[in-house]
């Protein structure tokens, strides 16, 4: 390496060294800045899409067109044990019980959806404030981290959105009790046992 690099690289180490607690608080600001926007970027535009997020993704469970239904009778077939394994969600009503409740569901989960999306990118940004602190061969070794714990975090929720959710709502809405002949639930009610089944699935992925 020539020497006016080792000496441009050693200055810059020294400069970062020598960064006060302060200037590494302002330093942290623009990172968490930069990626509050990237939420509320992902987040607009979820909330334009509420069409497609809503009766196509967050709704797609309470259908006995989703995936996960299918593919499991089709698997079934395909052993040759017909439809013995075969499980649908029972008709599931969906009801407004509080002022708002459309809205403010509709609003959260713009502010989820556009998390998830943009965490690759907050991932990033908290990365690129870590990484300095770090020495040489600690840097080498979490070398591809953001690619691995991004690429974990979106197989969790996968993972909770058709392995999980298909069969927590199909058992959770079609459990029997006497005097019950339809399953009704509060938009807010669904929209949070949503978010519990993927969500948290995408951070222990990351474990």
């Not at 990172?31 to 497609?52: E, P």
Request: hydrophobic content about 50%.
């Amino acid at each position: 390496m020539p020497l006016d690099q080792v000496d441009v690289d050693n200055y810059e180490q020294q400069q970062e060294k020598e960064m006060s607690f302060l200037e590494h608080l302002e330093e942290l600001r623009w990172h968490l800045l930069r990626s509050v926007a990237s939420i509320i970027v992902f987040g607009t535009a979820v909330f334009l899409a509420k069409d497609l997020v809503f009766d196509t993704i967050l709704f797609g469970p309470r259908y006995k067109e989703f995936l996960t239904y299918q593919a499991i009778c089709g698997f079934s077939d395909l052993i040759g044990l017909g439809e013995t394994l075969c499980f649908y969600p029972p008709d599931l009503e969906i009801i407004i019980v509080e002022l708002g409740e459309v809205f403010f569901t509709h609003l959260k989960i713009s502010v989820i959806v556009g998390f998830a999306l943009a965490f690759p990118y907050i991932f990033w940004e908290l990365w690129r404030f870590i990484r300095p602190g770090l020495y040489e061969k600690e840097q080498k070794a979490t070398r591809g981290v953001v690619l691995i714990c991004s690429g974990l975090f979106l197989a969790g929720m996968l993972f909770g959105y058709f392995v999980i959710s298909p069969f927590a709502v199909s058992f959770l809405a079609g459990y029997p009790l006497p005097g019950i002949d339809q399953a009704t639930v509060s938009l807010s009610s669904y929209v949070n046992y949503m978010i519990m089944f993927t969500v948290p699935a995408g951070l222990i992925f990351e474990l």
